[in-house]
């Protein structure tokens, strides 16, 4: 799992021989993976898929960016890339001739049936497992780190932290202490999870208490918080069996995906469950109704999913986060960061607006656009959306918030009708209408 240095990427590539040069890509890739070099495999094979000379050597490659998945624990999306690779490479030589590899990476990388509701622990046992073992500077061994990373809790927490159990090695393990702590000087994604797992250690004793309290409490909390996130919903929207509800350590987060919804034990013991479930079974709920595809492979992409995250994120908000948002000690700066986004969310909207009207013209620009959108509606669109959602809100009532659950798009035209009654300019222009229009015109469901 130890990622590799620029210089060591850079040594293998340097002076290549005549041989190296002419033999294919995919003979490159094995050999990394063969040398243990299985992060630099799996860049190598996913670059060299998208230049590949034909589709015997693209299936080539993708055996060995699946065979390096594998071997670093990638589990998470394995099932998803194994169809992919099937629909692509079906009747090619390469599932002949590399048969036997292509059948243990399908025992590696198939993952049993995740349960659809209910809660589960299991991901809880397997961090502590996880901590025992690398504070005593051993390494988990295959069946163990694999058992941590099938575990409900953990399949879901990799799909936003793909890492994860690089950063649990990193935290826990004496001899990658420099390392660590290398790592921890910067501010980044990455050391704020290692920080957030150390804190979460240390209270070891203090959350094996909480568990225990919240056992046999959870299934009644459960039920209060599908009926909080129902008064955002349509009536009806929760007439079905809760989503799986599942417990780990990964960072001061949780959040819903389709397979369930994963929360922090740290976090849920410093911030509460209720109200927090309630916002993620919102978001549950709510994309069951939601009009618009969630994701597709334009280049508008990205900026259609921060626009979608503004009618996500705001109306669940409206749960959870009052205005001013005031958070425990430890979590004064994200509170302090939310206030201050929230107060300016007409002039953010109003250069949203501007990158929109700038790729709505020119299609090569869409890429850009969204990188841009994405620094701009900070935390994952949360207080500019919640701004948007509480001013329909206040001028207009709880049913027309809810009437924008399926469409972000109508959301956005909500807001901007609030405002108008409320005496205020729309912060979008007739342009930026346009590409609003033509994106929901790609994005709509059939």
């Not at 001739?97 to 292509?102: F, L, N, P, T, Y």
């Not at 957030?196 to 918080?225: G, M, Q, S, W």
């Not at 994120?313 to 749960?319: F, L, N, Q, T, V």
């Amino acid at each position: 799992m130890r990622a590799l240095s620029k210089f060591t990427v850079l040594a293998f590539f340097a002076a290549p021989t005549l041989a190296a040069q002419t033999r294919p890509l995919s003979d490159s890739v094995m050999a990394l993976n063969r040398a243990g070099k299985w992060e630099l495999a799996g860049q190598l094979a996913l670059t060299g898929m998208r230049t590949a000379p034909n589709g015997e050597e693209r299936c080539a490659l993708f055996v060995g960016g699946l065979y390096a998945s594998a071997r670093m624990n990638q589990f998470s999306n394995g099932p998803r890339q194994l169809k992919t690779f099937d629909d692509m490479c079906a009747g090619t030589n390469v599932m002949t001739q590399q048969a036997r590899e292509i059948e243990q990476i399908r025992r590696d990388l198939s993952l049993p049936p995740m349960p659809t509701t209910g809660v589960d622990w299991s991901a809880i046992d397997q961090f502590w497992m996880a901590v025992d073992t690398l504070s005593r500077d051993i390494e988990p061994s295959p069946a163990q780190w694999r058992a941590l990373l099938i575990s409900p809790g953990y399949r879901i927490a990799a799909i936003s932290h793909p890492t994860i159990a690089h950063a649990i090695e990193l935290a826990f393990k004496p001899s990658r202490r420099a390392e660590r702590d290398s790592v921890l000087r910067r501010a980044s994604e990455d050391s704020a999870t290692i920080a957030h797992l150390l804190v979460a250690a240390a209270a070891r004793e203090d959350l094996k208490r909480f568990r225990v309290a919240l056992a046999p409490v959870v299934a009644d909390t459960i039920a209060y918080a599908i009926r909080n996130a129902g008064r955002f919903l349509p009536p009806g929207a929760t007439n079905h069996a809760a989503p799986l509800v599942t417990f780990t350590m990964f960072a001061s987060d949780g959040y819903s995906q389709e397979p369930g919804i994963v929360l922090d034990l740290y976090h849920v013991r410093e911030d509460g469950l209720g109200d927090f479930l309630s916002h993620e079974f919102h978001h549950s709920y709510g994309s069951a109704l939601d009009r618009t595809a969630y994701a597709t492979n334009g280049a508008d992409n990205r900026l259609y999913q921060m626009i979608r995250q503004l009618k996500n994120e705001g109306i669940a908000d409206m749960i959870d986060k009052p205005h001013p948002l005031v958070e425990p000690p430890s979590m004064r700066w994200y509170a302090d960061m939310y206030n201050a986004a929230y107060g300016k969310t007409p002039a953010t909207l109003r250069v949203l607006d501007s990158l929109l009207v700038a790729a709505g013209t020119d299609s090569a620009k869409l890429v850009a656009a969204g990188a841009r959108a994405q620094r701009l509606l900070i935390s994952g669109s949360h207080p500019n959306g919640a701004y948007m959602a509480r001013t329909i809100l206040e001028t207009f009532g709880r049913d027309s918030l809810i009437a924008t659950v399926p469409s972000a798009f109508a959301f956005i035209r909500m807001y901007e009708a609030a405002e108008a009654k409320g005496g205020n300019a729309s912060p979008f222009s007739a342009e930026g209408h346009a590409a609003l229009s033509a994106m929901e015109s790609r994005h709509q469901k059939p």
